[in-house]
């Protein structure tokens, strides 16, 4: 039983942070479904969940990212890091 509440709470708190992030934005460049790769983006589909969070907390830092650098910088700066490994949970496979 303390495992099912503890694995509720982990949900619940997840689901929060990541409702802070706003996906939408990321579909132009990214599509729906995370896969688009035409003008240089990355198969962020392909992407495990820590190499999903590593770029954003990246980018946010200013220590990951060439061309597109400083459009993901304004992007992502906003967010927590806590609320950016909450969102890559949620997309990362």
Do not use: P, R
């Amino acid at each position: 039983m303390k495992k099912i509440v503890m694995s509720i709470v982990a949900l619940t708190a997840t689901t929060a942070l990541m409702a802070a992030v706003n996906a939408g934005a990321c579909a132009g460049c990214h599509g729906a479904d995370w896969a688009k790769v035409d003008m240089g983006n990355k198969n962020v589909a392909a992407m495990s969940k820590a190499d999903i969070a590593a770029a954003l907390k990246g980018y946010k830092a200013g220590t990951y990212g060439a061309a597109k650098k400083a459009l993901m910088v304004g992007q992502v700066s906003k967010y927590s890091n806590e609320e950016l490994d909450a969102f890559a949970q949620t997309i990362g496979k």
